[in-house]
C-alpha cells in the first residue's frame, strides 16, 4: 500500500509479485514514487507506482548465501538506479538495476549476523549493525571508515543487538536501536554538538 502522508490517504495498492514476505523497504527522497524492497529469499524489487505495471526490476542479488534482505535502500545523489541491499549473511550489495548481472562492489561486513543497515541521505556513507554488539560505517566505495563497538570496561557505553539504524537527513549523527531497548546517537569526531 502506497500512503500520501500530507492528506493522510491511501494511493494505491499492488501486489509485490513475490510469493516471499517483504523484509526491508524503502521509497526514494530524490525521484517520487520509487520503491525498492528486500525480500525473506533474498530478492530485490523496484517498483514505479506512478507506472501501470509497477514493478520494474527484480533481481537476486544474494544467491550465494541465501538469507533475508535485512536492509535497503537508494544511494545518496540523482541516479534512481544505484540502490544498496544487505542481507542477513551479512553481505552488502551495491547494485545497479541497468547491470542486474552482478554487484558492481560487494561487503562482507558482518559473518552471518547483519541485523541492520542505514544509509545517508546526503552524505556517501553507509552504516551496518550486527547481533554481536558491533556498528561498521564504510563508504560508498567499500572502504571502511569507522567501528562502534562494546568494550568491557568500568566506564564503557552498552552496545546491545542492534536493531535498527538511521543517519540524520543531513548532518552526520546516527541513531542505533538495540534490542535491549538503549538508544544511542553517535557524531563524527568532527561534528560540534548542540
Not at 500520501?4 to 517483504?22: H, M
Not at 545497479?96 to 543497515?117: E, F, M, Q, V
Not at 564503557?156 to 543517519?167: D, E, P, R, V
Request: glycine content about 8%; some cysteine; charged content about 20%.
Amino acid at each position: 500500500m502506497v500512503w500520501d502522508l500530507e492528506k493522510a490517504q491511501l494511493v494505491s495498492s499492488f501486489p509485490s509479485s513475490s510469493d516471499c514476505s517483504i523484509t526491508a523497504l524503502s521509497a526514494s527522497q530524490v525521484h517520487r514514487g520509487a520503491l525498492a524492497a528486500g525480500f525473506a529469499d533474498g530478492s530485490v524489487r523496484l517498483y514505479d507506482v506512478r507506472k501501470p505495471e509497477m514493478l520494474t526490476c527484480s533481481t537476486h542479488p544474494h544467491t550465494q548465501n541465501v538469507k533475508r534482505v535485512m536492509g535497503i535502500g537508494f544511494q545518496p545523489g540523482l541516479d534512481p538506479g544505484k540502490i544498496v541491499s544487505a542481507s542477513q549473511a551479512g553481505d552488502i550489495r551495491f547494485l545497479d538495476i541497468r547491470n542486474l548481472k552482478d554487484a558492481y562492489l560487494t561487503i562482507d561486513a558482518h559473518r552471518g549476523s547483519l541485523t541492520a543497515l542505514a544509509i545517508h541521505r546526503h552524505a556517501p556513507i553507509i552504516a551496518s549493525g550486527s547481533a554481536k554488539q558491533l556498528i561498521k560505517v564504510f563508504s560508498l566505495g567499500g572502504e571502511q571508515l569507522g567501528t562502534i563497538r562494546y568494550y568491557r570496561s568500568f566506564f564503557a557505553q552498552k552496545i546491545g543487538t542492534m536493531s535498527c539504524l538511521t543517519f540524520h537527513p543531513y548532518q552526520i549523527l546516527l541513531a542505533a536501536g538495540g534490542a535491549d531497548a538503549f538508544v544511542s546517537i553517535y557524531a563524527d569526531d568532527n561534528a560540534q554538538v548542540r
